[in-house]
């Protein structure tokens, strides 16, 4: 019976790490940086979903005669200088700076999350390659090295986002060396190895899930970090290829125009609060996720 | 362990990192699919089998690849970085043209974001949960989420296009006679040449470049002290140093500050590492000629013996200011061995 009631009690591996369901909700309450960046993300994630409905004209239909006109009702952020509607750009632009950011984001924590366990697990010689490889990366000034692989693989979104997961991955493979070399002399995973769990077992239901919430904090905060730099690839000319409604390209497309201010500013807009919107998350997260950095609020 | 066996063995520690990086980006210039000479050369010249096997040569792309890279290795240690492919100008040469101007905007953005970041982290600090703490995470916040080439667009459309109040891109007044090199800091240089007007207008060029730039490190910093400022407010000594009656700028100053100093000067050092690759934005937006705008401009023309030169020097100090950060702790706290 008593097995039975352990198993029907035993919470997901994310609702272990969140903590019991309610008291999430509570710290979410408490958490004012984490509701605040959910409801950025929440805000932008429609727009993406809701572009082709909310956007008033095509995000590429370039009408000249209207071309550099200011905001106004007809356009709301004003038109470019192809006379093509600004705000339906920025409404289109969230289509392509979301899915980037979650997408490399998504590859980068799972290439350098496995790549760390493995460090971290194995030891040895396999683990001092790995390291060093990483120290390799990490010493590389990151934009230079994700500008001279997009430049050598040639320009274009794909490209620059292979780029900014080759260049990411190193931190999370550190994060995850590190938590797996810490988790595996607790109590419980010694004695996970006394009742004969194997090797895989430990590392999968019981070192896995405990380094999940180290490894998601940091996600969040670095989904932020990938538009960031997607958009910096995009502002050089290496990113998005015109007329692709990508945020860094339309700055870009703003640099020899300080007359026409809303060209450029809103996009810019765009860019910060989605990040700043991942950077509450990530923040918010941290705070409810690590008990021991509460008090430090 | 005494100091010069812990720098040793700290350098011998570096050498297999250096070499990766070689070994990486020597990686990189190989594997590309596309072709550099096509970059450099006209198109009629490419269709020229002579002219075509004349450049490969010339750049020793027609040896098998072992062999190029032993080549780059021994001339790299011998100090020659080699030579542009687009410009065939000594990469040594032209990196030692570019680098002060980046040093000059690097350490004047780290100073801003000291001065402002430090203060702010300890106020927030110390009136933790009350507004000017709110003010100064979400100031932090931001300061961490600015995509910089806009901001940097920002600030010159406000204070260069509108107000009209600092100048724009550049180091200098092209009216100006740029003071003779001796630095390559524009500011020092014409401070030790007496040439009050340069200097003036330098430092003008200086304050937007270096506030943009600075903008990233200053949320750094500043998350960075106030986390371990509330941390070490809360320890029993500080405690006990009011209990004594101490001054509360003494308590703060000498109890406080100094022991939250070791997580922020890390903060320091990693935000300086940053600084030298987001110098790349910064100098692309303000046309400032450092080694930042320079890899940008290899980079497009695929060439690489340029990237790979400023990457080398930019892991460099990298490694070094690692390095000296590591050095600071013991003195910071002086229970800290070397190690």
């Known amino acids: ?297 | 362990m005494s100091l010069i066996r812990y720098v040793i063995r700290r350098i011998l520690v570096t050498i297999p990192v250096l070499w990766l990086i070689t070994v990486l980006g020597f990686a990189l210039t190989y594997l590309i699919p596309a072709d550099p000479l096509a970059m450099v050369i006209s198109e009629r010249a490419m269709a020229n089998p002579e002219i075509v096997q004349a450049y490969r040569e010339r750049w020793g792309f027609d040896k098998p690849p072992l062999l190029r890279y032993l080549t780059y290795v021994r001339n790299l240690l011998r100090g020659d970085l080699g030579e542009s492919i687009a410009t065939q100008r000594p990469v040594k040469e032209d990196l030692a043209r570019f680098f002060p101007a980046t040093v000059e905007l690097a350490v004047a953005a780290t100073l801003i974001a000291i001065l402002l970041g430090i203060p702010l982290g300890v106020i927030a600090a110390l009136q933790r949960d009350r507004w000017p703490d709110h003010i100064a995470r979400f100031l932090s916040l931001i300061g961490v989420s600015m995509p910089i080439f806009w901001l940097g667009l920002l600030a010159l459309s406000i204070f260069y296009y509108r107000l009209q109040i600092l100048p724009g891109p550049g180091r200098l007044d092209p009216r100006l006679v740029p003071p003779p090199t001796v630095t390559g800091l524009m500011t020092v240089d014409s401070l030790l040449t007496g040439r009050w007007d340069a200097f003036w207008d330098a430092l003008r060029h200086l304050v937007l470049p270096a506030s943009v730039l600075g903008a990233y490190s200053m949320g750094l910093i500043t998350r960075i002290t106030r986390s371990s400022m509330v941390e070490v407010l809360a320890q029993e000594y500080i405690r006990v140093a009011r209990a004594k009656g101490l001054r509360e700028w003494i308590v703060i100053g000498r109890h406080a500050l100094r022991n939250a100093a070791i997580p922020t000067v890390t903060a320091v050092g990693l935000a300086f590492g940053n600084l030298m690759a987001g110098a790349v934005m910064t100098e692309t937006v303000f046309a400032w000629p450092g080694i930042g705008r320079y890899a940008v401009d290899a980079a497009s023309k695929l060439d690489f013996p340029p990237v790979m030169g400023v990457t080398l020097l930019v892991a460099g100090i990298y490694i070094l200011i690692n390095f000296l950060v590591d050095l600071s702790y013991t003195w910071l706290d002086p229970r800290i061995r070397l190690q």
């Not at chain 1, 994310?14 to 409801?39: C, F, K, M, N, Y």
């Not at chain 1, 969040?220 to 990113?239: H, M, W």
Request: proline share 6%.
């Open chain 1, 1 to 297: 019976m008593r097995s039975l009631v352990i198993a029907r009690n035993r919470p997901s591996p994310i609702e272990a790490v969140l903590g019991q369901r309610r008291g999430w909700l509570r710290d979410l309450r408490r958490s004012p940086t984490l509701l605040i960046g959910l409801l950025l993300i929440s805000l932008w994630a429609m727009a993406a979903l809701l572009a082709p409905l909310i956007a008033p004209y095509s995000p590429v239909e370039q009408r000249l005669s209207e071309r550099l006109s200011p905001p106004s009702a007809k356009h709301l952020f004003g038109t470019d200088e192809l006379g093509r509607d600004v705000f339906s750009r920025v409404l289109y632009g969230a289509r392509i700076s979301l899915p980037i950011g979650l997408g490399v984001v998504a590859l980068t924590a799972l290439l350098g999350t496995a790549l760390g366990a493995v460090a971290g697990f194995v030891g040895g010689l396999v683990d001092e390659l790995i390291m060093r490889f990483c120290d390799a990366v990490l010493a590389f000034p990151s934009l230079i090295l994700a500008m001279a692989i997009t430049a050598a693989l040639g320009p274009g979104l794909n490209n620059a986002m292979l780029a900014i997961v080759l260049v990411l991955w190193p931190e999370y493979a550190r994060l995850m060396r590190g938590q797996v070399l810490y988790l595996r002399e607790l109590e419980y995973v010694t004695a996970a190895r006394a009742i004969g769990a194997t090797e895989m077992r430990i590392l999968w239901r019981h070192i896995l899930p405990n380094a999940f919430s180290v490894i998601l904090v940091k996600a969040s905060l670095d989904v932020g970090n990938a538009i960031l730099l997607a958009a910096a690839l995009s502002f050089v000319g290496l990113g998005a290829v015109p007329p692709t409604p990508e945020w860094g390209a339309m700055v870009a497309a703003a640099r020899q125009k300080f007359f026409e201010w809303w060209i450029g500013t809103f996009p810019g807009l765009a860019i910060l609060t989605v990040v700043v919107g991942f950077n509450f998350l990530g923040d918010g997260l941290r705070d409810v996720l690590d008990p021991r950095l509460r008090h430090l609020r």
